[in-house]
């Protein structure tokens, strides 16, 4: 745990204009979005002024956007390590591929099959699994375990079945913060046959991700919680898309990945946007002193970034656990035995609705907010309705210590 040097968060935080307007709240909502790269912002603006034409024609200008749009797919799949860039399917947003996703699932359930979801999952991993129930599907949820606030693995063993079709589960919780076992949960439920959907929203702003290591047969984020815009990506094993139902028009052939899964255009602009967020991991790995391929400067980039981000975490749970009134909700600490948390911090106060703690910290233009954040199974679970749901903090490797501090000091007054 190791804050960011002087030099090295200025480098940070000039890459975001946001970051430079004189009076900027601070951001600690992030969580529900991040900032955006200066970088992606200035591709979109570029492709829009000089290339926005229809891909796929002859003439100059076209041939020119095209690859333009396909070194962006290769791009966000060397971002992801995907082992083809066909396995990159892009829409709107995590929940619009879900439901696409669940749409090409449809027509292969059958009635019986099992599909595990969790009660600690964002809306988007639930909701559209439950869909399936129309086709005969059986939804089977795994609980947090309301003391810890995990997921247990010996639960897990108790939903599994010859049965399981699917377990979507998230990454880390958007609420919790924890960081979930999923290569482990991968290999229980591919040994019964089983396959996994996992949500990386919360988790992909806070580490690299890693498709083919994390276990999982489809991941899918939004970018603009990884200081994109908005857009999602959503991978899935070559096989396992190529087996899914065409959403395309009839003569779009079944082989055609990923198009068979993109009915109508990607966004181009927004495509050709997201690879600057490659570029700048690369450039920050650069300027820390990384060295090696592109994907080992991306890494060296976020372990940096995540030590501070675990600097400034603790320095919040610490105050947090001093405070008899206040109960964290997830992990007390950023890190706890095996287990480790991003730096998305949820608390409540006792006999205090959150909303109040928010509005006043609102006065100090620091960003922070409450709610279910559409996780209202676990707000339930958790008993938390209360409350009107958590206060959350959510922190992004650009924010300082003197943002968390300032936090700190206001929370202190109020918490008294
Ligand atoms: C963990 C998690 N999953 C899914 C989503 C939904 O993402 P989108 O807005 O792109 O549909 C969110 C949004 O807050 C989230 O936090």
């Not at 601070?26 to 603006?45: C, E, M, P, T």
């Not at 439901?99 to 595990?116: C, S, T, V």
């Not at 997921?151 to 377990?167: A, F, G, H, I, V």
């Amino acid at each position: 745990m190791q804050a960011l040097s002087p030099m090295e968060i200025s480098a940070v935080r000039a890459e975001f204009p946001a970051l430079q307007i004189p009076d900027q709240c601070v951001f600690f909502d992030n969580a529900g979005g991040s900032q955006v790269l200066k970088r992606v912002a200035d591709r979109i603006y570029d492709y829009l002024l000089t290339s926005s034409v229809q891909l796929g024609a002859t003439y100059p200008t076209s041939t020119f956007a095209s690859t333009r749009v396909i070194a962006a797919r290769l791009a966000i799949a060397e971002l992801i390590n995907a082992a083809d860039a066909h396995e990159v399917v892009m829409g709107g947003s995590t929940t619009g591929l879900m439901f696409q996703l669940i749409q090409a699932i449809l027509p292969g359930i059958q009635a019986g099959d099992e599909i595990i979801v969790t009660n600690t999952d964002h809306e988007a991993n639930i909701g559209a699994w439950k869909r399936l129930q129309q086709a005969g599907a059986i939804i089977k949820v795994w609980q947090v375990n309301t003391e810890s606030m995990q997921l247990d693995l010996e639960d897990l063993e108790n939903l599994l079945s010859d049965n399981t079709k699917w377990l979507a589960m998230t990454f880390a919780s958007n609420v919790l913060g924890t960081i979930n076992p999923v290569t482990e949960v991968a290999r229980r439920v591919h040994a019964v046959g089983g396959r996994v959907c996992v949500d990386a929203v919360a988790y992909a702003p806070h580490r690299l991700v890693d498709v083919q290591a994390s276990g999982a047969d489809i991941l899918v984020f939004s970018f603009y919680k990884v200081f994109g815009p908005h857009y999602a990506v959503l991978w899935g094993h070559y096989e396992l898309l190529h087996s899914l139902a065409n959403l395309n028009h009839f003569f779009i052939a079944e082989d055609n990945l990923p198009y068979k899964l993109q009915p109508g255009n990607v966004n181009f602009e927004l495509s050709y946007g997201c690879q600057g967020i490659a570029e700048y991991l690369v450039a920050m790995g650069t300027q820390f002193g990384g060295k090696g391929s592109r994907r080992e400067l991306m890494q060296f980039a976020f372990d940096k970034f995540e030590a501070h981000e675990n600097f400034l975490a603790q320095r919040l749970l610490n105050f947090l656990n001093s405070k008899s009134k206040v109960r964290i909700i997830g992990m007390r600490q950023v890190f706890e035995g095996n287990a480790s948390r991003v730096p998305t911090i949820s608390f409540v106060v006792k006999n205090t609705q959150s909303e109040t703690i928010v509005k006043r910290i609102d006065q100090f233009n620091i960003g922070i907010r409450f709610g279910d954040f559409y996780a209202r199974h676990l707000i339930k679970a958790l008993d938390l309705e209360k409350h009107g749901g958590v206060v959350r903090v959510s922190i992004a490797h650009y924010n300082t210590v003197e943002e968390i501090d300032a936090l700190i000091g206001h929370l202190s007054d109020i918490l008294q």
